[in-house]
């Protein structure tokens, strides 16, 4: 059996990312640091997202479903609450299929493409997914409130999904700089 490096270090990468999300998770609902969104406080800013962005983009899309996949059982283990914790895995999952998707575009075009993908393909897949499927299968919604609200699922999945990646940009970028063996080939 060969060793392969770089199959390790990705492996290690995304344990590592995977347990931040996992640690980001719990500190941020046992410390009530959840930020409400005012329109609709169901709905709650966190910083679990930055992990799963900074795996994309550290090592593609695979390696980053894995995390997003942790994200789902660490929130299902956490609360129960197998709607809430795919919706959360659906939400995030969708922004790096998009990341992904600008990612195929090199350079600053490739950056903006992604940024700009990640956070649409988030807002359509949740509003489908939400406003469309559970709120009126699950929770009952009328199908009229339920889209009426589509708006307010637009604007806080766009600020979301806008947070997940600036912020994992923000990290990733000078993580490159100053470890060039992290950068994909």
């Known amino acids: 059996m060969q060793f392969n490096l770089k199959k390790s270090s990705t492996l290690a990468g995304v344990a590592i990312l995977s347990a931040l999300v996992v640690v980001l998770d719990y500190t941020m609902k046992f410390s009530g640091f959840k930020i409400p969104?005012?329109?609709?406080?169901?709905?709650?800013?966190?910083?679990?997202?930055?992990?799963?962005?900074?795996?994309?983009?550290?090592?593609?899309?695979?390696?980053?479903a894995t995390t997003s996949l942790v994200a789902f059982l660490a929130i299902l283990i956490r609360s129960g609450d197998i709607v809430g914790s795919s919706m959360k895995a659906i939400?995030?999952?969708?922004?790096?299929?998009?990341?992904?998707?600008?990612?195929?575009?090199?350079?600053?075009?490739?950056?903006?493409m992604s940024f700009v993908l990640g956070i649409a393909l988030?807002?359509?897949?949740?509003?489908?997914?939400?406003?469309?499927?559970?709120?009126?299968l699950i929770y009952g919604m009328t199908y009229e409130v339920s889209i009426s609200i589509i708006p307010l699922i637009l604007v806080f999945n766009a600020m979301q999904g806008a947070l997940s990646i600036l912020v994992g940009y923000l990290i990733y970028e000078p993580l490159i700089l100053g470890v060039p063996s992290l950068q994909k080939s």
């Open 37 to 64: 969104f005012p329109w609709y406080p169901v709905l709650k800013f966190d910083f679990t997202g930055i992990p799963i962005v900074l795996s994309i983009l550290l090592y593609g899309l695979t390696p980053s």
């Open 91 to 112: 939400a995030e999952f969708s922004t790096i299929v998009g990341i992904f998707m600008g990612l195929r575009f090199k350079g600053k075009i490739g950056k903006a």
């Open 122 to 136: 988030r807002c359509i897949t949740m509003s489908i997914g939400y406003n469309i499927i559970i709120l009126p």
